[in-house]
């Protein structure tokens, strides 16, 4: 396994007037090469349970495991945890704050302890990962357009080689082009690498097409776990809480209400055209 929470709780100004029990007995495991997805409304623990994930805050209840070790443990490096699970926050220019790309980018490899040559190199081969090539180098991170600078700030935590990468909303703010490109290059980064990826998101279309398991969080609760179809099943348990399920979903269900034989675990725009095509033919 890679990372497990053990009945993890987290409580914001603990002991006063302004306590805010933000996480609630959070029992979860994600393996090796998992790609998920976390979706929850604002304020339900998402980004909260994923900056205990690489140790940036600590649990004020239970365990946080890495490959079975106890993070809290006393002979735990936390350096090396947040080298190898690397958290790009929601928005990239507080991660920014080189005077070039380049410069940005080799932070993470030398304070790892990589020398000046080996940090570049690692710089260099992330930021042709995320497709932006050399000309971007010398250029001020600053002078970028949104998307660019999420690809800057996803190549400062892929230089420093990490086997989990987590996003906090990593496409929000951008256009569909500009959404679309950063998660196709996550998706295609989580096949050729292998490493975990966890998805903070609020789009529930982007969470359907690329992650392998949902988790849903609820008032700093787990409310589902599971794959994309087994959740979205959940549609109107969904919209309790102030969620949705994808649009084809509603689609699916709409169809079959009206007599359509479709398969109404159909999520993504290919699969609902997959299903409405074979019954088609069967008519």
């Known amino acids: 396994m890679s990372i497990k929470a053990k009945n993890v709780n987290y409580t ?3 002991g006063t007037a302004y306590e805010i029990h933000a996480l609630k007995d959070i029992n979860l495991e994600i393996p ?3 790609f998920v997805g976390l979706i929850g409304h604002t304020g339900s623990g998402k980004s909260t349970l994923v900056q205990h994930l690489n140790g940036l805050v600590k649990a004020t209840g239970g365990r946080i495991y890495f490959d079975g070790r106890d993070i809290y443990g006393e002979n735990f490096s936390m350096k090396e945890l947040r080298s190898k699970v690397g958290l790009v926050f ?3 220019e507080h991660q920014l704050f ?3 790309v380049l410069t940005d980018v080799c932070f993470g490899p030398k304070n790892l302890g990589f020398s000046k040559e080996e940090a570049q190199k690692k710089a260099k081969e992330a930021l042709r990962m995320v497709g932006l090539g050399e000309e971007y180098d010398a250029r001020s991170p600053f002078e970028l357009s949104g998307g660019q600078k999420r690809r800057v700030a996803i190549a400062g935590v892929l230089a420093m080689n990490p086997r ?3 996003l906090d909303e990593p496409t929000a703010g951008l256009d569909p082009k500009g959404r679309d490109e950063i998660l196709d290059q996550i998706e295609r980064l989580q096949k050729e690498r292998g490493i975990t990826v966890v998805l903070v998101s609020h789009s529930m279309e982007d969470v359907a097409r690329y992650v392998d398991r949902i988790i849903v969080m609820n008032h700093g609760e ?3 776990d599971g794959t994309p179809k087994e959740v979205f099943r959940h549609y109107k348990e969904l919209e309790e809480i102030g969620l949705a399920a994808p649009q ?3 689609l699916m269900q709409k169809l079959k209400e009206k007599g359509a034989d479709v398969d109404t ?3 993504t725009v290919e699969e609902a055209a997959e299903t409405i095509a074979s019954w088609l033919r069967g008519q």
Do not use: S
């Open 12 to 14: 914001y100004a603990e």
């Open 32 to 34: 090796d090469g998992q």
């Open 90 to 92: 929601q928005y990239p």
């Open 98 to 100: 080189e005077t070039d």
């Open 164 to 166: 989990v990468l987590i």
């Open 222 to 224: 787990v409310r589902f």
């Open 248 to 250: 084809m979903t509603y």
């Open 265 to 267: 675990d159909a999520t």
